[in-house]
Antibody
């Protein structure tokens, strides 16, 4: 059974750095073709893809947010971490992590429940 | 503004069929079969409904089907049911920035 769970602070102040952790089970990020993505959704708005890390530790980022994002993995702990610097109120959103296997066309086939992050002073 | 264009809303009566379009460019939908569709009822995480343009994951009813023509992908839901009422999003890989993009979402109302 594949599960993912996001964890991190519910509230961050403007200019602070956000660190989110995705803890997963039911698959291994060391398996060839396996990837994990981060996706966010501001309240009442559309989904926005942020970053992807693959089994080979290759990393891909949203062009518009690339300078602020870092994605990393700890295969032994089954975790993927996303950091986003210089947080702003417009970054208020629910942040999701999702499994993204290459076999399946890199679709987001399993999602966590999401974690709401509010940026406010 | 989202990279992929979807109609903001569609509606249909129970038993009818509806189609949601997703228009991209030759850098994404037009060039790759990495198009997927997601269903998101209010207050829940998205759920994969279609991957690689027209494939259904296990457990997704065959009332849901996907297709693509040129730069436009489509999701068709036949035999509408009340439980289908949700927001639907398309997504595609894009080579223009080696990344993934979503549509702006379509709210399906079952009348």
């Amino acid at each position: 059974q594949v599960t993912l769970r996001e964890s991190g602070p519910a509230l961050v102040k403007p200019t602070q750095t956000l660190t989110l952790t995705c803890t997963f089970s039911g698959f291994s990020l060391s398996t060839s073709g396996m990837c994990v993505s981060w996706i966010r959704q501001p309240p009442g708005k559309a989904l926005e893809w942020l970053a992807l890390i693959d089994w080979d530790d290759d990393k891909y980022y949203s062009t518009s947010l690339k300078t602020r994002l870092t994605i990393s993995k700890d295969t032994s702990k089954n975790q993927v971490v996303l950091t986003m610097t210089n947080m702003d109120p417009v970054d208020t959103a629910t942040y999701y992590c999702a499994r993204t296997p290459s076999l399946g066309g890199y679709s987001f086939d399993y999602w966590g429940q999401g974690t709401l992050v509010t940026v406010s002073s | 503004q989202s990279a992929l264009t979807q109609p903001p809303s569609v509606s249909g009566s129970p038993g009818q069929s509806v189609t949601i379009s997703c228009t991209g460019t030759s850098s994404d939908v037009g060039s790759y079969n990495r198009v997927s569709w997601y269903q998101q009822p209010p207050g829940t995480a998205p759920k994969l409904m279609i991957y690689e343009v027209s494939n259904r994951p296990s457990g997704v009813p065959d009332r849901f089907s996907g297709s693509k023509s040129g730069n436009t992908a489509s999701l068709t839901i036949s035999g509408l049911q009340a439980e289908d009422e949700a927001d639907y999003y398309c997504s595609s890989y894009t080579s223009s920035s080696t990344s993934w993009v979503f549509g702006g979402g379509t709210k399906l109302t079952v009348l």
